[in-house]
């Protein structure tokens, strides 16, 4: 079975600017999960989604959001870029809602 | 809020060592997870534990969850340059948000 993947691998942005990422789960996985990590607070939760439903939310401001497509592919949006939001975004996968979560390799976000 | 604290936070050991390192947590934990991540890429998941008292080995790799389950311990045989990277504990609650460790860097010395 292909594993996480996560588009793009690296993306540089400026300030004030909005970004989208995706995420395609492993095959048969319904419940995505977002995750910021940098060297200073390390891996924070950011959202869950099951079922094209948000399941769980970590303290982050609005300006994150996300979404999950009936294939079970999930997107995640960042607006008004502040340049604490250099980090790399981690999208994880699991079979149902609670069960191990297995990681795509992240994407690289910087914001100038 | 429930928090996880790892340690060491880095390990410098010589190649052949045993390693060992451990998560503690304030709040009860169902399912405790180690990861390992390699440095531009995700974590990649190396054992799940499900229940208090459970030891679990993955090849040199053996980890234990607590019988309070407030803890998890990663054991790490006979260390080889591959295994340099950070290791990531995780706690996943009644809630079943799940938890981060700041990590374990482990460094091997020539």
Same mark, same amino acid.
Request: net charge positive; glycine share 12%; aromatic share 8%.
């Given at each position: 079975k292909a594993g996480v993947t996560q588009t793009p691998r690296y993306l540089i942005k400026t300030r004030?600017?909005?970004?989208?990422?995706?995420?395609?789960?492993?095959?048969?996985?319904?419940?995505?999960?977002?995750?910021?990590?940098t060297p200073g607070q390390g891996l924070q939760f950011l959202f869950e989604y099951f079922?094209?439903?948000?399941?769980?939310?970590?303290?982050?401001?609005g300006r994150f959001s996300g979404r999950q497509f009936s294939n079970s592919r999930s997107e995640m949006n960042v607006s008004t870029l502040e340049l604490g939001d250099s980090a790399l975004y981690l999208c994880a996968s699991s079979p149902d809602e609670g069960s191990t979560q297995y990681f795509g390799p992240g994407t690289r976000l910087t914001v100038l | 809020g429930q928090q996880l604290n790892q340690s060491p936070q880095s390990m410098f050991i010589q190649e052949g060592e045993d390693v060992s390192m451990n998560c503690t947590s304030s709040s009860i934990f169902n399912t405790w997870l180690w990861y390992k991540q390699d440095?531009?890429?995700?974590?990649?998941?190396?054992?799940?534990?499900?229940?208090? &008292?459970? =030891? *679990?080995?993955? &090849?040199? =790799? *053996?980890?234990?969850?607590?019988? *309070?389950?407030k803890d998890s311990f990663l054991n790490i045989s006979a260390s080889i340059p591959r295994d340099v990277c950070i290791y990531f504990c995780a706690g996943q609650g009644r809630d079943d948000k799940i938890i981060f460790g700041k990590g374990t860097r482990l460094h091997i010395l020539p």
């Open positions: 004030g600017q909005q970004v989208t990422l995706s995420c395609s789960p492993i095959s048969g996985h319904r419940s995505v999960s977002w995750y910021q990590q079922s094209e439903t948000q399941r769980n939310k970590g303290n982050f401001p | 440095p531009g890429e995700g974590p990649v998941l190396l054992i799940a534990l499900y229940k208090a &008292g459970e =030891l *679990t080995s993955n &090849g040199r =790799l *053996t980890a234990q969850f607590g019988i *309070t389950r």
